[in-house]
């Protein structure tokens, strides 16, 4: 399998995995499904990359950060439970899985599974969205929309899209559901480098909020904030983030 290939099956197979433990736990609380959704996912994945990838690191929100990854031309940036939030409550669908592999400085592959919309975002080929509406939607968290979307939405004269995990609010940019993503307020790396790879792939605007570059496989892998966004509408929110 390529690189792209593997992220694509990667992604959806712990998504299947998920959707599973969701099931087999419908009548447990809350915190023991995302316990056990974080665990299994993150088991998973660690054992397929080490069986098709055993060369390659893995920086993973659920493993322990090995310092070898820093030295390695090759790794692994996953993310194995986007939302648990979401995905510990019944019937939501806004929850993901994050697979992106970094090389030599970039991103060059990545996918965003949407286990319980039954869809999987993967480079290398992503569709363009299709054309928005002339007011940009805005796509923010449904519990803590940041200040900073907000000054974007009242400068663009645009609406709010509440939504829960990063992945499915870059899903719902990509899908055309949304226009605008921005974020300000605490993320790493996991949460958005399977993202902005299938963002970029989708011909999609991706910077951090002062227009400056994404970078991945950071000694410290805090990543606090993105804009991700068509490219029509970059500069115009640039000129809204930049000056935070």
């Given at each position: 399998m390529t690189d792209?290939?593997?992220?694509?099956?990667?992604?959806?197979?712990?998504?299947?995995?998920?959707l599973s433990v969701r099931d087999e736990l419908a009548e447990a609380s809350a915190s023991e499904r995302k316990a056990a959704g974080d665990k299994r996912s993150?088991?998973?994945?660690?054992?397929?990359?080490?069986?098709?990838?055993?060369?390659?690191?893995?920086?993973?929100?659920?493993?322990?950060?090995?310092?070898?990854?820093?030295?390695?031309?090759?790794?692994?940036?996953?993310?194995?439970?986007?939302?648990?939030?979401?995905?510990a409550e019944p019937g939501r669908?806004?929850?993901?899985?994050?697979?992106?592999?970094?090389?030599?400085?970039?991103?060059?592959?990545?996918?965003?599974?949407?286990?319980?919309?039954?869809?999987?975002?993967?480079?290398?080929?992503?569709?363009?969205p299709p054309a928005g509406p002339s007011s940009p939607r805005i796509v923010v968290s449904r519990t803590r929309p940041p200040a900073i979307a907000l000054d974007v939405r009242d400068r663009l004269g645009g609406t709010l899209v509440e939504m829960g995990s990063a992945g499915a609010k870059v899903a719902s940019v990509v899908q055309g559901i949304a226009d605008v993503y921005v974020h300000a307020g605490g993320q790493y790396e996991w949460d958005s480098a399977a993202p902005v790879a299938v963002a970029r792939a989708a011909g999609l605007h991706a910077s951090r909020i002062d227009g400056s570059p994404l970078e991945y496989n950071r000694p410290d892998p805090l990543l606090p904030d993105l804009v991700i966004c068509r490219r029509e509408l970059a500069d115009a929110v640039l000129a809204v983030t930049a000056s935070r």
């Amino acid at each position: 399998m390529t690189d792209h290939e593997l992220a694509s099956q990667l992604a959806a197979e712990a998504g299947r995995v998920l959707l599973s433990v969701r099931d087999e736990l419908a009548e447990a609380s809350a915190s023991e499904r995302k316990a056990a959704g974080d665990k299994r996912s993150h088991d998973f994945l660690m054992e397929a990359l080490a069986a098709e990838r055993r060369n390659d690191a893995v920086l993973s929100e659920e493993g322990i950060d090995d310092p070898v990854r820093l030295a390695a031309d090759r790794v692994w940036i996953v993310d194995p439970l986007d939302g648990t939030r979401e995905f510990a409550e019944p019937g939501r669908v806004d929850w993901a899985v994050h697979v992106a592999l970094w090389q030599s400085g970039e991103i060059v592959a990545g996918a965003v599974a949407l286990p319980a919309q039954g869809i999987t975002l993967a480079t290398p080929d992503v569709p363009a969205p299709p054309a928005g509406p002339s007011s940009p939607r805005i796509v923010v968290s449904r519990t803590r929309p940041p200040a900073i979307a907000l000054d974007v939405r009242d400068r663009l004269g645009g609406t709010l899209v509440e939504m829960g995990s990063a992945g499915a609010k870059v899903a719902s940019v990509v899908q055309g559901i949304a226009d605008v993503y921005v974020h300000a307020g605490g993320q790493y790396e996991w949460d958005s480098a399977a993202p902005v790879a299938v963002a970029r792939a989708a011909g999609l605007h991706a910077s951090r909020i002062d227009g400056s570059p994404l970078e991945y496989n950071r000694p410290d892998p805090l990543l606090p904030d993105l804009v991700i966004c068509r490219r029509e509408l970059a500069d115009a929110v640039l000129a809204v983030t930049a000056s935070r």
